[in-house]
């Protein structure tokens, strides 16, 4: 048993690992055999936890497995400041009811990996709206403006003349005060989050906690070979119906196969390493490899029968060029519908602004006429029609 434990351990401080702040320290926490406190936070910027956020995610199920304290915060007060740890432009600040409406469904997609039952579920407005200028002066004062600027991204920005908001450099500070509010023994996040991640271990230390360890997962690319972002578009999503995630995935890089297996399932890492030797030997197709990746993703969120299935459609519409059978319908309950307003309600695209780039980018057809306009109406007239949207997203339109 202890054997196994070390295993464990092992895969949690290594699989999908950038860096490990006081590794030594965090593995004798593991092999303890006590209960620690895990914490991650993600602000709700967007409607949809899309799978670059799923690693981490993925991470504390890990850890939830081992008998830990998991705590996930739904940054609704840092969503409205916003990070711009991993942008080059300045982040404008979201409104509290985008917010609160972005974060509905928060709870019900980590539940998708995590025992919700199992998990606290917090808000930092709880304690962050709370704070005076006296308590985040005294909290400001631990660190410096030079370290700061210092950040790859800030002193690009800098550089290049770009404008720095004074409400950026208070954003670590929230950040590091939610391992203060939760008493956190660990925080996990991504590369881009290192100073924010760091900001926690000082403000411990000023409120004479002992200092979280830190686990860093790596960034991963999305299905056009960029960072995963949904203000780029090319994120694959919790939320996404099972066609949809299975072709999400078949349409990415082959040389994100390995890395997204890593990343994005629990498959033993012995067969990882396999295939990878494999596909270098020439003796597994990609092709045949993202098959079976898209299945073990697409199983994760959906069950295995809906893997099963997501796999036949991919086959029948992509491989075989087959119009599907049973194609979902989306009722209108109104006389007419803007298309890029019915593509939100069929739930293949994100907003408004995401449905008028699906079409401007070619990727909506109906009835096999591409269409290139967003600002077309739909009427009555087009009820039994069929709308294909990417390469693997099929739906019928219905008006009641």
Same mark, same amino acid.
């Given at each position: 048993?202890?054997?196994?434990?070390?295993?464990?351990?092992?895969?949690?401080?290594?699989?999908?690992?950038?860096?490990?702040?006081?590794?030594?320290?965090?593995? %004798?926490?593991?092999?303890?055999?006590? =209960?620690?406190?895990?914490?991650?936070?993600?602000?709700?910027?967007?409607?949809?936890?899309?799978?670059?956020?799923?690693?981490?995610?993925?991470?504390?199920?890990?850890?939830?497995?081992?008998?830990? =304290?998991?705590?996930?915060?739904?940054?609704?007060?840092?969503?409205?400041?916003?990070?711009?740890?991993? =942008?080059?432009?300045?982040?404008?600040?979201?409104?509290?009811?985008?917010?609160?409406?972005?974060?509905? @469904?928060?709870?019900?997609?980590?539940?998708?990996?995590?025992?919700?039952?199992?998990?606290?579920?917090?808000?930092?407005?709880?304690?962050?709206?709370?704070?005076?200028?006296?308590?985040?002066?005294?909290?400001?004062?631990?660190?410096?403006?030079?370290? #700061?600027?210092?950040?790859?991204?800030?002193?690009?920005?800098?550089?290049?003349?770009?404008?720095?908001?004074?409400?950026?450099?208070?954003?670590?500070?929230?950040?590091?005060?939610?391992?203060?509010?939760?008493?956190?023994?660990?925080?996990?996040?991504?590369?881009?989050?290192?100073?924010?991640?760091?900001?926690?271990?000082?403000?411990?230390?000023?409120?004479?906690?002992?200092?979280?360890?830190?686990?860093?997962?790596?960034?991963?690319?999305?299905?056009?070979?960029?960072?995963?972002?949904?203000?780029?578009?090319?994120?694959?999503?919790?939320?996404?119906?099972?066609?949809?995630? #299975? !072709?999400?995935?078949?349409?990415?890089?082959?040389?994100?196969?390995?890395?997204?297996?890593?990343?994005?399932?629990?498959?033993?890492?012995?067969?990882?390493?396999?295939?990878?030797?494999?596909?270098? @030997?020439?003796?597994?197709?990609?092709?045949?490899?993202?098959?079976?990746?898209?299945?073990?993703?697409? %199983?994760?969120?959906?069950?295995?029968?809906?893997?099963?299935?997501?796999?036949?459609?991919?086959?029948?519409?992509?491989?075989?060029?087959?119009?599907?059978?049973?194609?979902?319908?989306?009722?209108?309950?109104?006389?007419?519908?803007?298309?890029?307003?019915?593509?939100?309600?069929?739930?293949?695209?994100?907003?408004? @602004?995401?449905?008028?780039?699906?079409?401007?980018?070619? !990727?909506?057809?109906?009835?096999?006429?591409?269409?290139?306009?967003? =600002?077309?109406?739909?009427?009555?007239?087009?009820?039994?029609?069929?709308?294909?949207?990417?390469?693997?997203?099929? @739906?019928?339109?219905k008006f009641q």
């Amino acid at each position: 048993m202890e054997k196994e434990l070390e295993n464990k351990i092992d895969e949690i401080l290594t699989r999908g690992v950038n860096e490990v702040i006081e590794r030594e320290s965090l593995k %004798k926490k593991l092999s303890s055999g006590e =209960k620690i406190t895990v914490k991650l936070g993600i602000d709700p910027t967007s409607p949809n936890l899309h799978l670059g956020r799923a690693v981490a995610l993925l991470k504390l199920k890990d850890l939830q497995d081992l008998g830990h =304290k998991i705590v996930f915060i739904i940054g609704d007060f840092t969503g409205q400041i916003g990070d711009t740890s991993d =942008k080059d432009s300045e982040r404008p600040m979201l409104s509290e009811e985008i917010v609160q409406s972005n974060l509905k @469904s928060y709870g019900e997609q980590a539940g998708k990996i995590l025992n919700l039952d199992k998990i606290e579920i917090r808000y930092n407005s709880e304690w962050l709206a709370k704070l005076g200028y006296g308590e985040i002066g005294a909290q400001a004062d631990q660190f410096s403006l030079a370290e #700061f600027i210092a950040r790859d991204n800030i002193k690009k920005r800098l550089e290049e003349g770009k404008r720095i908001s004074l409400r950026e450099v208070l954003y670590p500070l929230m950040q590091g005060y939610d391992s203060v509010a939760v008493g956190a023994d660990l925080e996990i996040g991504g590369t881009d989050q290192r100073f924010n991640l760091l900001a926690g271990r000082e403000l411990q230390k000023y409120s004479d906690q002992a200092p979280q360890d830190i686990l860093m997962v790596n960034l991963i690319e999305g299905t056009d070979g960029r960072k995963m972002s949904s203000s780029w578009g090319n994120t694959i999503n919790i939320l996404d119906e099972s066609n949809d995630m #299975f !072709g999400k995935v078949m349409s990415m890089p082959d040389n994100l196969i390995i890395k997204y297996f890593i990343h994005c399932t629990r498959i033993p890492m012995n067969l990882v390493k396999q295939k990878e030797e494999e596909m270098k @030997s020439g003796s597994l197709n990609p092709r045949d490899a993202k098959m079976d990746l898209a299945f073990e993703i697409t %199983k994760i969120y959906h069950g295995e029968e809906k893997a099963q299935e997501a796999k036949e459609y991919f086959v029948n519409t992509f491989s075989e060029k087959k119009i599907p059978e049973n194609i979902p319908e989306v009722i209108v309950e109104k006389d007419e519908i803007k298309l890029t307003e019915f593509l939100v309600l069929a739930k293949v695209a994100d907003s408004i @602004s995401d449905a008028r780039r699906k079409i401007e980018q070619g !990727g909506v057809e109906i009835n096999g006429e591409k269409i290139s306009d967003y =600002k077309i109406v739909l009427h009555k007239d087009n009820s039994g029609s069929t709308l294909k949207i990417g390469k693997f997203g099929f @739906s019928k339109i219905k008006f009641q």
